[in-house]
């Protein structure tokens, strides 16, 4: 069973905070990392991807992976009312499938 | 852009309807695959396909199929319609998901009644 875990939350930051995401997985042979936005109502988008240990800055985003202890996360700087979400973490083990995680559900309050 | 168009937004049925859902992609990728999402149980994979005329079931297939006949198409359907498929689905495609991740389609918020 490939098992990808998040807080659900919600989580609450305040405008021009950083927002912490965390994502941890169960298989150690997971190779490739995602992070998906889903705004209410409409479907995931893709926002960052991270292959290496170490950090991968994307503007306000920057997604962190760790594979020894197996987690993976996301940084998003100055907050923004925008970036009130769901976000969702996916793994792969290098094949076509996905997994993905229950989602954090994200408030940044003005 | 890769655009995945899936052909409603909002769908209402009644039970035991037989009800498709279609999703076509528009960059000839390989693989496509059919998702449930529901409140706090996050996504659920139905089905998904690696080529034309192929397809594997994913976590929860039963009361469903699929239909690949041609690349760019993946259709799913309803054999019966019952009220616990009330459901977002979503459809996405990947190219290969290891180094593109999926994109997904917009969604199909279906009610059953």
């Known amino acids: 069973q490939k098992e990808v875990e998040q807080n659900s939350g919600p989580l609450s930051v305040p405008e021009g905070a950083i927002a912490s995401l965390n994502c941890t997985y169960s298989d150690r042979g997971s190779q490739s990392f995602f992070w998906y936005r889903q705004y209410s109502g409409k479907s995931p988008e893709l926002i960052m991807s991270?292959?290496?240990?170490g950090d991968k800055e994307d503007g306000r985003f920057t997604a962190q992976l760790n594979k020894a202890s197996q987690y993976v996360s996301l940084l998003i700087r100055d907050s923004q009312p925008s970036d009130s979400a769901t976000y969702l973490c996916a793994v792969t083990l290098g094949s076509n499938n996905l997994f993905f995680g229950t989602g954090t559900r994200l408030t940044v309050i003005p | 852009d890769v655009k995945v168009t899936q052909s409603s937004r909002y769908l209402v049925k009644r039970t035991g309807e037989k009800v498709f859902l279609e999703c076509v992609q528009d960059?000839?990728?390989?693989?496509m695959f059919w998702y449930r999402q529901d409140p706090g149980l996050g996504l659920r994979l139905i089905y998904f396909s690696y080529d034309v005329k192929m397809k594997e079931k994913g976590d929860i297939p039963e009361g469903y199929s699929v239909s690949r006949e041609k690349k760019e198409r993946f259709s799913l359907i309803l054999e019966s319609a019952s009220t616990n498929q009330t459901s977002m689905y979503l459809c996405?495609?990947?190219?290969?998901?290891?180094?593109?991740?999926?994109?997904f389609g917009s969604g199909t918020r279906l009610t059953v009644v």
């Open positions: 996405a495609s990947s190219l290969w998901a290891g180094n593109y991740g999926y994109t």
């Open positions: 991270i292959y290496s240990n």
């Open positions: 960059m000839d990728h390989e693989n």
